[in-house]
């Protein structure tokens, strides 16, 4: 019996060859679309919201990931390249792009395979001989240099600066790779990089950003209140400090004279005076708010010698509450069971036109803001998103310290270690590990291209200089030449690059075996 005769009417199957087909063209289709920004001379992709009917909220980026998160798909397998990307740039940061393309590369192989009736189990065979041969490849040529601070601080600088190489801040990658590294290292082995705060400011060039000892928050003092606090206790709150009012629309009030109202409203200052002095006796001179503090609690505070920061946003105050000890408090009777915040000083700084509050010497003595200056709000976003990518691949390679060569380099020298293994694997095997080295190929093929090189002279001069042993032989796209990766300095992370094959296998093989493609009707809504 066929499934179509036992599943609802409403329902579609999409069976053997026409499901393949499906899953493989969606798939390759999400990869095609990335393709163009792999690589240090990668175009960028305007992201327009169709639910805007201004126009005005536009994103311009290359980053693989935002690429993929933005744009709507239905094809499952589409879905299946977008999750990985996703997950590469949750668990390493960079390499999206790279996962999404070398997946899609995989699956335009096995469509060429499975068309000369290689089956299915037979190309994951080969393509699981080929990965071990791979990941042993990239082992080998993976270089660790975590016991020598010298020389791993700049296997880091050349990581930033090949990760920021590809993005919107590659005129600025050194200073940028600069303050990306010395914020990391401040981290030490805690790798939190939540202590690391990006704030963007428009108004001059991107050469003007900069990278500051502590915890910078957006927002202003209360009125009256002194600019500069030494050994400040913080108390880090989510609490309404808006009741010394009635609320008009939420409350209705009847009474026979003015007098009566002069009362309510006495009892509400009452009470707010109360949990004022409550929140006072914790011993604290900062009192940071999640949400709104009004005039009058305000006033109370600055009487008291307290300062008070209102309408901290839950980033903020969670970031806060980090970078200084404390935690976020919500009631104030206990003052023993609060643990408050603590920094060596609270003072006021310009950046630009704007007065921001700073938090120096905290103790979380690694947290750091980078200030990020830029002409447009668009520049300063994508900014803010490669500085992102590079922060979290260093905080990865500062766990796993082992580094590979970039460029290409790494792809090749995996590509011709499966080649020569192929040859002594007999049956149909040793086709799809031959197309397993044709897709790694394929990604210094598309950077090439999208320099504007000739990527055929170039690949095959690069794959000569690899069979002939140069194992640190990659692209140099700026001289449009074949180079020593390891003297140019371009290094990626070895957790990076080993996720980036992994993660494309593992999905590719995932959408190879589907045969069946079931769309369920949705289930009816019964009638009473």
């Known amino acids: 019996m066929s499934a179509e005769s036992v599943v609802n009417a409403n329902a579609e199957v999409h069976k053997g060859e026409s499901a393949r087909m499906s899953s493989f063209v969606g798939a390759i289709a999400i990869a095609d679309l990335v393709k163009t920004t792999l690589g240090p001379k990668g175009m960028d992709k305007i992201l327009q919201s169709v639910s805007d009917p201004?126009?005005?909220?536009?994103?311009?980026?290359?980053?693989?990931?935002t690429i993929l998160r933005s744009v709507p798909v239905e094809n499952p397998a589409a879905k299946v390249l977008v999750d990985i990307a996703r997950t590469q740039d949750d668990t390493v940061g960079d390499g999206t792009t790279s996962v999404t393309v070398l997946c899609g590369e995989l699956l335009r192989e096995a469509e060429f395979l499975v068309n000369q009736r290689v089956h299915p189990s037979t190309i994951i065979a080969g393509w699981r001989k080929a990965v071990v041969i791979a990941r042993a490849a990239l082992e080998g040529i993976a270089e660790d240099h975590g016991s020598d601070p010298t020389q791993f601080r700049e296997d880091l600088l050349n990581i930033a600066r090949t990760t920021l190489s590809s993005k919107l801040l590659n005129v600025e990658k050194n200073h940028f790779a600069t303050l990306a590294v010395d914020a990391v290292m401040r981290l030490k082995s805690s790798g939190n990089l939540d202590h690391i705060q990006l704030l963007k400011k428009p108004g001059e060039s991107l050469k003007d950003s900069y990278l500051e000892e502590g915890f910078i928050l957006d927002k202003e003092f209360g009125v009256g209140q002194p600019r500069r606090i030494e050994n400040a206790k913080i108390l880090i709150a989510n609490t309404p400090m808006d009741t010394d009012k009635i609320k008009i629309y939420g409350s209705r009030v009847r009474v026979d004279s003015m007098l009566k109202v002069a009362e309510i409203e006495e009892a509400e200052?009452?009470?707010?005076?109360?949990?004022?002095?409550?929140?006072?006796?914790?011993?604290?001179?900062?009192?940071?708010?999640?949400?709104?503090?009004?005039?009058?609690?305000?006033?109370?505070?600055?009487?008291?010698g307290v300062?008070?920061?209102?309408?901290?946003?839950?980033?903020?105050?969670?970031?806060?509450?980090?970078?200084?000890?404390?935690?976020?408090?919500?009631?104030?009777?206990?003052?023993?069971?609060?643990?408050?915040?603590?920094?060596?000083?609270?003072?006021?700084?310009?950046?630009?036109?704007?007065?921001?509050?700073?938090?120096s010497g905290c103790a979380g003595g690694e947290a750091c803001t980078i200030v990020l200056r830029g002409a447009s709000s668009h520049l300063l976003e994508e900014a803010e998103r490669s500085m992102h990518d590079a922060l979290c691949v260093l905080s990865e390679t500062v766990k796993e310290t082992r580094v590979i060569c970039g460029g290409g380099c790494a792809e090749m020298l995996m590509a011709t270690a499966i080649d020569k293994e192929s040859t002594g694997v007999a049956g149909k095997e040793a086709l799809a590990m031959e197309a397993f080295s044709r897709?790694?190929?394929?990604?210094?093929?598309?950077?090439?291209?999208?320099?504007?090189?000739?990527?055929?002279a170039l690949v095959s001069e690069l794959r000569a200089a690899h069979v002939q042993g140069?194992?640190?032989?990659?692209?140099?796209?700026?001289?449009?030449?074949?180079?020593?990766?390891?003297?140019?300095?371009?290094?990626?992370?070895?957790?990076?690059?080993?996720?980036?094959?992994?993660?494309?296998?593992e999905a590719a093989e995932m959408i190879l075996r589907v045969d069946d493609i079931i769309k369920c009707a949705p289930r009816q809504r019964e009638q009473h």
């Open 307 to 359: 300062v008070s920061i209102e309408h901290a946003d839950f980033d903020g105050i969670e970031r806060l509450a980090a970078v200084t000890g404390g935690e976020i408090a919500s009631t104030f009777d206990r003052p023993e069971l609060v643990k408050l915040g603590a920094c060596a000083v609270i003072d006021e700084v310009m950046i630009g036109e704007d007065k921001l509050i700073r938090f």
């Open 470 to 505: 140069d194992h640190f032989a990659g692209l140099d796209v700026v001289k449009g030449e074949i180079g020593n990766m390891k003297t140019l300095g371009i290094r990626e992370s070895y957790k990076s690059k080993l996720q980036v094959l992994v993660s494309a296998a």
């Open 269 to 304: 200052k009452d009470k707010m005076r109360q949990k004022v002095a409550k929140i006072v006796n914790h011993g604290i001179n900062c009192f940071v708010n999640r949400q709104l503090i009004y005039n009058f609690p305000e006033s109370l505070f600055t009487d008291a």
């Open 439 to 456: 897709a790694l190929r394929q990604l210094p093929t598309i950077i090439a291209d999208n320099a504007g090189l000739d990527s055929s």
């Open 54 to 65: 201004n126009n005005v909220r536009i994103t311009i980026t290359n980053d693989g990931a």
